[in-house]
């Protein structure tokens, strides 16, 4: 007996193992143990330290359960908020406790609330379309919020206000911002600075970073998790849900109607359409793949999961801009729960990041290095995600570092400030994983 005790632990723990190498809910996490956030306060180009570790700081799983250890910190820089807004990111010092083999809900569907209905692979809150602010017909004004009268209680109100289009003004660089210390996005979590059509000027005196750059040419990355247990994705995918065909865009099913119609309806002088949830509608698009359901999401085949799993995505517009319901929603798809928990409540084996694959070759990662030529500053900007530390450095004709700098898991962009650097030919060396790329800049001035 006790050799097939010892046997069947054998055969538990190598299953454990596979398990660990093969699911994306336990190895698509972005971890770190040493490296700090920062933010900037407004009208200062100068990062601030926050002293606070970003992403996730450790990942731990069972037989059906992962759990997430997070300060709910990005590597980007966080702020400056220019709405008022008198918070910063604290740290969260959260556990998020998350399903395996998240299943459908085969009842009634449950809406998406206020606060997390998500976690990004960086430790970062997701939040849905919606900021606590209403129409309120009884007054003919808005309730809810900073500086409203607060919401007819046990009253459902028909009119809700979009955060992401009413809160732009507070977003950062990075399309974020904290609620009582909780920094979160509503929203596909890329730089403003890098859409098509740049709809907010705040990227003009701050970092274009974020979690990961929208890249036409590839398969959007796995960016978070659901609170019902799915995937979400950026903005694009395969144009079939069997993973084949090309690399489209992936669009939202929701449409602003023409006109919100009368009665006790808030004024669309006052208050335009998109102010409000309700100013959308959900169009069916059955035969097309491209089109996502009322969820915002689809079942299909992407590089993660290449038996299918149904998956969620960051839907954009045409001009990259964010298009609602922008993540997951308005209701869920499967089974919700809030994954927040108090402590790890199961046998758990920790996940050793180092066993992941993913990354490893610096030479298949997307870069583009700009101006070239330079005159004062070279940007380094990596496509897609990033989920390794890149070193990188600037070396001239004769081998000589001239600088070293280094972008951290869960950043996309790096620069050499080359105020002080002669004209020349110069190399970039990325360094990751014991791989390394080199690529020509020329500096002219």
Not at 119 to 138: K, Q
Not at 239 to 266: C, F, H, M, Q, W
């Amino acid at each position: 007996m006790r050799i097939v005790f010892l046997f069947s632990l054998c055969i538990l723990g190598n299953f454990l193992s596979l398990n660990a190498q093969t699911n994306p809910a336990i190895t698509t996490w972005l971890q770190n143990t040493t490296t700090t956030g920062s933010y900037y306060m407004s009208g200062n180009s100068t990062t601030i330290p926050n002293n606070i570790l970003v992403n996730c700081q450790l990942v731990e799983y069972s037989t059906n359960n992962v759990f997430i250890h997070t300060k709910g910190i990005p590597a980007y820089p966080t702020g400056p908020f220019q709405d008022g807004n008198p918070s910063q990111a604290e740290d969260q010092d959260a556990i998020f406790k998350f399903p395996l083999n998240p299943t459908q809900n085969t009842g009634t569907s449950t809406p998406t609330t206020m606060g997390n209905i998500g976690v990004f692979i960086n430790g970062v809150a997701l939040f849905d379309y919606s900021d606590g602010v209403a129409w309120d017909p009884s007054s003919n004004s808005l309730c809810g919020g900073p500086g409203n009268s607060p919401c007819p209680g046990g009253v459902t109100m028909d009119w809700n206000r979009d955060a992401v289009l009413a809160e732009m003004s507070g977003f950062d660089c990075s399309k974020g911002h904290p609620a009582d210390g909780n920094y979160h996005h509503h929203q596909n979590p890329s730089a403003f600075d890098l859409d098509l059509n740049v709809i907010s000027t705040i990227c003009n005196l701050y970092d274009a970073d974020g979690l990961y750059t929208i890249d036409a040419m590839q398969h959007s990355p796995l960016i978070g998790f659901a609170y019902d247990g799915f995937p979400v994705y950026g903005a694009y995918g395969y144009a079939n849900t069997d993973g084949t065909g090309e690399i489209v865009r992936i669009k939202s099913s929701y449409e602003l109607k023409t006109t919100r119609g009368t009665g006790s309806v808030p004024s669309e002088t006052t208050w335009p359409l998109g102010t409000f949830r309700e100013d959308y509608e959900y169009i069916d698009h059955s035969g097309q793949s491209d089109y996502l359901d009322e969820h915002n999401g689809r079942f299909c085949v992407t590089p993660e999961y290449p038996n299918g799993i149904y998956c969620y995505f960051a839907t954009v517009d045409e001009n990259w801009n964010s298009a609602y319901p922008y993540a997951v929603g308005p209701t869920f798809y499967g089974v919700y729960q809030d994954r927040e928990v108090s402590s790890v409540d199961e046998n758990t084996t920790i996940y050793d990041s180092a066993l992941s694959t993913i990354g490893t070759d610096v030479n298949t990662i997307n870069i583009k290095i700009f101006p070239n030529p330079s005159y004062d500053l070279i940007n380094i900007q990596i496509g897609g995600i990033n989920n390794q530390d890149i070193e990188i450095e600037l070396i001239d004709a004769q081998g000589k570092l001239i600088q070293k700098k280094k972008i951290n898991k869960g950043q996309t962009i790096g620069f050499f400030d080359i105020q002080t650097v002669y004209s020349g030919v110069y190399i970039v060396k990325f360094l990751a994983n014991g791989s390394s790329l080199s690529r020509t800049v020329i500096i002219d001035k």
